[in-house]
């Protein structure tokens, strides 16, 4: 690989909160959209002269619809309270990475423009004039935040860095300065049907392929099935459930679910992607539009469920948008949504997690499970993000966290959770999400998972655990990737369906 | 009537309308402004109710803080719970007759004071000797410290030290209210603690300690965590549905 | 976007050194690739390669993992249809190191 060498941090007993490395990341500049990506998009793919204007008028139409933003520029008071909770600052010391200060950089800019202080006291207040100079660490920076919301849960007034790093990225789209990795996945995502591209003959080869191998593996013929009408349930997953390690192991676990429940299921050509990076970007039309895939493929096949693989993110859209956006949940009294609402099963939630299903089906008898065929594995369960601060599953606050866990717990008979302080809702990280998930941001994505890697080497040497489940698509790449960096074994990493996978009775 | 007190008079009128005016014009643009998606920090209350519960914690105990970082926690805890007695205390200077439970809490706002310049003191000391928290640090954070603090302590010289003419400025500021102006007392340590509370009530609409209305208005405090349940639409978003 | 030179022609390539043009690919290009990602392509490389362009050709997008693991099992012997032996192959990792030696656009997503 070209890419430029770096130091790997050395992973200590604690995190530990660096002294400041002013510049430190400067240089970790991800690839810009080119021309073909950007059209495709409907954005420029080159600053225009009046990028300036452009940017300004763009912020001023986001603080109109987003009160998140406007409130959260105004609300700092630079407390410091998130200076120390971003794992980018941890593992890279570089004080642009503190989520207050890369709030500021677009806050020096909203008062400058938007505010009567800025105004007429620039200094005073810390304003900035919009310059190419600000314009290259808004792309820079707002490119190393993985929009985890790991800040807002500490933060006295709930600033959530995400919600500005949206914003910025959206203006920086509209002047020509878009993302290489998610323009260009979120245009394959439209045009071919999920992130990866795989297109239907590919999909339906694979997945034929998966039905041979567990068959050959079980002695049981398990499906695959794709767009079959009329069937229940809908599976809606991560396109690198089809295609990555480890990720497959987990598309088998849900199929065996399936298979053992006696559940009819489906999953879409057209909807063969649950991840959607328009939440990445921060642009509610593109969001909607990667959205309502899943809507119109629930309407074409007729289902009365709707169920997510594990992908966290997706997850974050499911639960929390797809309502919203698409009308797939309850309690509309729009026409739109009411077409497919009264065609869903209103004694199930919709959508549901893969998690809740099993979970669900493992408690009430309807699958049996063997925990001891995963005695091998000493097991731990990373939360990522997106599920732990941004979602819910089961009907009290904190299932997200629970019901994963009972699932893991039913299936294996070792488990550990990691130090308190890096799990549930201050959870750590991967690194990789966000839409950093690319080779031109490993930098960032290795030190960025120091935290989560320090918190994991704790658990290994006190209860000798070997195996980390999670489950995000995204936290799986990562981590099998970025691991290794730090001793790890990249099979050490998967899916809690693989866990599930291995323990279920099929006959 | 002396020009100090006229300059006074008008100082206040000014920066009470400019308060009221600023905040109310704040509150209206925050509240106008659509929330289009549900984004509450999880885990987050499943109801109204909850939400109501959540938000009390927050403004009273400030509790995302208290996880967060015990030394802010104290010291802001302190100055602001401080400043809140001190500010109930002072009700006694603009109603006649005296509230009786302002009388209860005379005692303990005089000493407030004291908590409040401690609180204070604390928060710009970690200004200056955190690296992180002196790196985001702006001139103007440094400032609306050092004004709140001889606020203060002006406030304490005059309960503690050098007894202002107390009668002859609740004159002054129940004149202000029945818009029958009062001679101001020529107090120096008066007339700097009066004309910086002025300069606060100025700047506050247009500052950073907008995080007081803000937080009200925070999306991922405010909002109940029901988005399975409930469809919500924002004006500008429903719009999009229409066109499919 | 950057150009290659190998022996007197020019290749386009994108920032990461994957090639533009499929249609340009050749034996040539295969090998500075290689020499790029710092693999030294053996008879086991060349059987990666070839089946990554076969399945292309037909899908319009390189296999997934498992279908390659089980196409160089059948013809390489049980022993290597796994993924340590592709990692072997190419530490950095089958489909991205291997798609850009053979000439495929890179895969990406969240993978």
Redesign the interface.
């Known amino acids: 690989m070209a890419a430029a060498e770096f130091d790997i941090p050395e992973i200590k007993d604690y995190i530990e909160?660096p002294?400041?490395r002013e510049g430190a990341m400067a240089h970790a500049k991800t690839f810009i959209a080119p021309q073909a990506v950007q059209d495709f998009m409907g954005y420029p793919h080159e600053l225009a002269d009046n990028w300036k204007e452009s940017a300004l008028e763009k912020m001023g139409d986001l603080?109109?619809?987003?009160?998140?933003l406007?409130?959260?520029l105004?609300?700092?008071?630079?407390?410091?309270?998130?200076?120390?909770?971003c794992h980018y600052y941890l593992g890279t010391s570089d004080?642009k990475n503190?989520p207050?200060?890369r709030q500021?950089l677009m806050r020096q800019v909203y008062r400058r423009y938007f505010?009567?202080?800025g105004k007429l006291?620039p200094?005073?207040?810390?304003a900035k004039d919009l310059t190419k100079d600000v314009l290259d660490d808004w792309y820079n920076y707002y490119h190393q935040c993985s929009e985890c919301?790991r800040c807002?849960?500490?933060?006295?007034?709930?600033?959530?860095t995400a919600?500005i790093t949206m914003a910025g990225r959206e203006i920086l789209n509209h002047i020509g300065m878009g993302q290489k990795y998610s323009n260009e996945i979120l245009g394959k995502v439209q045009k071919i049907g999920n992130n990866l591209g795989l297109p239907g003959p590919a999909l339906l080869d694979t997945l034929e392929g998966l039905e041979e191998d567990i068959e050959a593996d079980t002695g049981v013929a398990v499906k695959m099935p794709i767009d079959v009408k009329g069937a229940e349930v809908l599976l809606v997953t991560p396109s690198a459930d089809f295609f990555s390690e480890p990720h497959v192991e987990s598309l088998i676990g849900y199929a065996k679910v399936f298979h053992a429940a006696g559940i009819s299921w489906t999953l879409s050509t057209h909807a063969s992607e649950a991840g959607n990076f328009g939440l990445f970007n921060g642009n509610?039309?593109t969001m909607?539009k990667v959205a309502?895939r899943i809507r119109d493929a629930a309407l074409e096949l007729g289902v009365k469920r709707i169920v997510v693989g594990e992908c966290g993110h997706a997850w974050r859209v499911a639960?929390?948008?797809w309502?919203?956006l698409t009308?797939i949940?309850?309690?509309?009294?729009?026409p739109?949504?009411i077409e497919l609402q009264k065609q869903l099963d209103p004694n199930y939630?919709?959508?549901q997690h893969i998690c809740e299903l099993t979970n669900d089906l493992i408690k009430s008898g309807q699958i049996k499970v063997d925990p001891s065929l995963n005695d091998d594995l000493i097991v731990t369960y990373h939360d990522s993000c997106n599920v732990?601060?941004?979602?819910?599953m089961g009907?009290?606050?904190?299932g997200?966290?629970t019901i994963p866990r009972e699932l893991i717990k039913s299936v294996v008979n070792n488990f550990h959770n990691m130090a308190d302080d890096t799990i549930y809702?201050s959870t750590f990280c991967c690194g990789g999400g966000g839409g950093l998930l690319t080779d031109d941001l490993m930098e960032v994505r290795v030190k960025g998972a120091l935290p989560r890697a320090t918190a994991l080497n704790n658990v290994v040497k006190e209860h000798q655990v070997n195996f980390m489940a999670t489950i995000c698509a995204i936290c799986k790449a990562q981590f099998t990737k970025v691991l290794p960096k730090y001793g790890f074994d990249m099979s050490m990493v998967g899916g809690v369906h693989q866990l599930v996978s291995k323990a279920i009775k099929l006959d | 009537m002396s020009t100090v007190t006229i300059i006074y008079a008008g100082l206040f009128y000014v920066a009470t309308l400019l308060l009221v005016a600023g905040l109310a014009y704040?509150i209206f643009?925050?509240s106008r402004?659509?929330?289009?998606?549900?984004?509450p920090?999880?885990?987050?209350?499943?109801t109204q109710t909850g939400v109501v519960y959540r938000m009390a914690k927050?403004v009273v105990l400030?509790e995302?803080?208290f996880?967060?970082?015990k030394w802010?926690w104290v010291f802001?805890w302190m100055f602001h719970f401080g400043l809140l007695l001190v500010l109930l205390r002072h009700l006694r200077y603009f109603t006649e007759p005296v509230w009786f439970w302002v009388n209860i809490i005379q005692p303990f706002g005089k000493y407030a004071s004291l908590m409040m310049v401690i609180g204070l003191a604390g928060?710009l000391a970690?200004r200056f000797l955190?690296?992180?928290?002196r790196?985001?640090?702006?001139?103007?954070?440094y400032?609306m410290l050092v004004l709140l603090i001889v606020i203060g302590l002006s406030g304490i010289m005059m309960t503690f030290v050098v007894h202002t003419d107390i009668v002859a400025l609740k004159t002054f500021f129940m004149g202000l209210m029945y818009f029958d102006v009062q001679p101001v007392p020529l107090d120096p340590i008066l007339l700097v603690h009066l004309a910086l509370v002025a300069l606060l009530m100025l700047?506050f609409p247009?500052?950073?300690l907008?995080?007081a209305p803000?937080?009200f208005?925070?999306?991922?405090?405010n909002q109940a965590?029901n988005?399975?349940?409930?469809?919500?639409?924002?004006a500008?978003?429903?719009k999009?549905?229409?066109k499919? | 976007m950057p150009m290659v030179n190998i022996a007197g022609k020019d290749y386009e390539v994108d920032e990461e050194g994957y090639l533009i043009d499929l249609s340009q690919w050749n034996e040539d290009i295969a090998k500075y690739m290689a020499v790029e990602e710092k693999v030294d392509l053996t008879e086991g490389h060349w059987e990666v390669v070839n089946f990554l362009r076969e399945y292309y050709a037909e899908y319009q997008i390189a296999p997934a993992v498992r279908v390659l693991t089980k196409a160089i099992g059948k013809k390489l012997g049980p022993d290597k249809g796994n993924n340590k032996y592709l990692y072997e192959l190419f530490p950095y990792g089958p489909a991205k190191q291997a798609c850009k030696i053979a000439g495929l656009p890179k895969p990406t997503g969240c993978i």
């Open positions: 909160v002294k400041l603080l109109g619809k987003y009160r998140s406007k409130v959260f105004d609300a700092c008071v630079h407390c410091g309270a998130c200076t120390d909770k004080p503190m207050v200060a500021d505010t009567t202080a006291f200094k005073l207040v810390g919301r807002s849960v500490f933060c006295p007034y709930g600033i959530d919600e509610y039309e909607r309502m639960y929390s948008f309502n919203t009308g949940g309850y309690g509309a009294d729009d739109f949504s939630p919709q959508p732990a601060r941004a979602s819910r009907t009290e606050p904190g997200q966290f809702e | 704040k643009d925050y402004t659509p929330a289009p998606l549900k984004i920090t999880t885990p987050a209350p499943t927050e400030f995302s803080l996880k967060s970082n802010i802001g928060l970690r955190v690296d992180r928290v790196y985001i640090s702006t001139p103007s954070d400032l700047i247009i500052s950073k907008l995080h803000g937080v208005f925070s999306p991922t405090r965590d988005p399975r349940e409930h469809r919500h639409v924002a500008w978003a429903a999009l549905d229409q499919n």
